[in-house]
Each structure stands twice: as structure tokens, then as C-alpha cells.
């Protein structure tokens, strides 16, 4: 009688992104497995920073779900606020609907608890939102602001959040009235 090897057992990895060469090819994991294509002049003029980290889902050594974070200093009032954006979230087509995309942000949850007072995380909610609510994310319920690639100012509702930490920045940021600008490009 044969034995089964077990499946293998999901594991995050965090990767601090050192390069825009580095991030360019971690991201053509997500261009295969988003499933449709972007535009490319909107991807150049609204996302076009390097982020800091990239979170990972191995199954063994495949990677079967990623996102990347960036990390800001973002000037609230008279404060900072530490934010991370959050962007590109993507998990392989043939391992959707088996947790490894909760198993991806809890990793990422866990890893800036301590880091920054705040998570914006960019996606459609109308289409996503009841996914990101199971695992902490609220739709901050008002746009968020950031500068596009020629200077212009931006606005996007694709925002969801989970505060980290109760900070007065954080608080200020997130009053309904409150102009939240989250710097160079979008997430």
C-alpha cells in the first residue's frame, strides 16, 4: 500500500521590494492571474510607485496569492499618519476559494501591526467588499486623494480600511469631512 504525501501546508512570506526591477517581476505573477487586463496609460499615470513589500501565499514553492504594500508617511494636521496602501491583491486562478487570499492579508495584518496606524486598501467595493469584510476591512465611505504621474490631483472610492493603531492622525484622517491624501500614485 502507497502512501499519499499530505499537501502541502500554506505559508506567508514577506519580502521587503528593493527594486523597481524586483517589484516588475513579482508583478507579472499578477498580471497573469487578475484574470483581465488592466489599461496601460492608467497603470502608468496611477500606479506607478514601487511598494515596500510584497506579501506572499506559498504552496510549497509555488506562489499561489500576493499583494504589495506601501508604506507612507502621510501629514495629517499638524501629525503623520503611518499608512500602508495596500494594492494588487491576486491569487492564482486554479487556488481561488481555498483561504489562501484571507491567509495572505491576516500575514500582512500581523506584519504592520506595530508598523503603521492604518491600512488603505484599494479595490472595488461594490465588487470585493463583502470579501474584505471578513477579514477586518471597512469601506472608509468617502474618497481618498493621491497625485497621478503628471502632478494632477486624483480622487477614488475604491478605498477600504483596518485602523491599526487609534492614533489623533488617524482619527482626523479618517472624520467624513476630512481630505485624506495619500501622496504619489495610487496603490
Avoid at 502608468?44 to 504589495?68: E, H, I
Avoid at 502621510?74 to 496602501?85: D, T
Avoid at 486598501?121 to 493621491?146: E, H, I
Wanted: net charge positive; aromatic share 10%.
Amino acid at each position: 500500500m502507497s502512501q499519499r504525501n499530505p499537501p502541502p501546508t500554506p505559508r506567508a512570506v514577506i519580502t521587503e521590494i528593493r527594486s523597481h526591477a524586483q517589484f516588475r517581476r513579482l508583478n507579472r505573477f499578477a498580471h497573469v492571474h487578475w484574470g483581465e487586463t488592466a489599461d496601460p496609460t492608467d497603470l502608468r499615470l496611477n500606479f506607478f510607485d514601487t511598494p515596500s513589500y510584497a506579501v506572499s501565499v506559498f504552496l510549497g514553492a509555488r506562489r499561489v496569492s500576493l499583494l504589495f504594500v506601501f508604506i507612507r508617511n502621510v501629514s495629517v494636521g499638524s501629525g503623520a499618519l503611518r499608512l500602508a496602501g495596500i494594492g494588487g491583491v491576486v491569487t492564482h486562478r486554479q487556488h481561488r476559494h481555498a483561504g489562501h487570499a484571507s491567509r495572505l492579508l491576516e500575514a500582512t495584518h500581523a506584519f504592520l501591526r506595530g508598523r503603521v496606524d492604518l491600512i488603505l486598501l484599494c479595490t472595488d467595493v461594490r465588487r470585493l467588499g463583502r470579501f474584505y469584510g471578513q477579514v477586518g476591512y471597512t469601506a472608509l465611505g468617502k474618497p481618498y486623494y493621491y497625485t497621478d504621474a503628471l502632478g494632477r490631483e486624483r480622487a477614488t472610492w475604491g478605498g477600504m480600511i483596518v485602523q491599526l493603531r487609534r492614533t489623533r492622525p488617524s482619527a482626523q484622517a479618517l472624520k467624513p469631512g476630512y481630505r485624506l491624501h495619500v501622496g504619489r500614485s495610487n496603490f
